[in-house]
C-alpha cells in the first residue's frame, strides 16, 4: 500500500468518524437525531449555525438514511450506490480538511 493510498484510506475513516462523533455529540445534547431539517426553519441564527455543523456530520446523516430506508424494505441497487459514493466523497473531503487542520496545528505547535 503506497503512503498516498494510506493516507486517503485515513482522511476517509477520519471524516466518517468524526462525523459520526458530532452526530452522537448532537444526539446526546438535545435528546433527537440531527438531520437536514436542521435547514428548513428558513433564514434564522439557527439555521445560519446549523450549516458548518452539517458539513461535517453529512456522511453519517447520509448513511444512516441509507439504513433505516433499507429497512423499510427493498431499494433499488443504482440510488444507493450513488448515495453511498456521495457519502463516502464528502467523508473524504471532510475528513482531508480534517486532516490538513490538525497538520497545520502541530506545526505551529512545534
Avoid: N
Avoid at 45 to 69: D, E, G, Q, T
Amino acid at each position: 500500500m503506497t503512503a498516498e493510498a494510506l493516507q486517503t484510506f485515513l482522511a476517509l475513516a477520519i471524516g466518517f468518524s468524526f462525523a459520526a462523533a458530532m452526530a452522537t455529540g448532537y444526539q446526546l445534547a438535545v435528546s433527537r437525531p440531527p438531520s437536514f431539517q436542521m435547514l428548513s426553519k428558513g433564514p434564522s441564527p439557527s439555521a445560519f449555525a446549523a450549516v458548518p455543523f452539517l458539513v461535517f456530520a453529512a456522511p453519517y446523516l447520509i448513511v444512516r438514511l441509507l439504513v433505516r430506508a433499507g429497512f423499510a424494505g427493498p431499494q433499488e441497487f443504482g440510488p444507493v450506490m450513488m448515495a453511498t459514493m456521495f457519502a463516502g466523497i464528502w467523508s473524504l473531503m471532510s475528513g482531508t480538511v480534517l486532516m490538513m487542520m490538525f497538520q497545520t496545528a502541530f506545526t505551529y505547535l512545534q
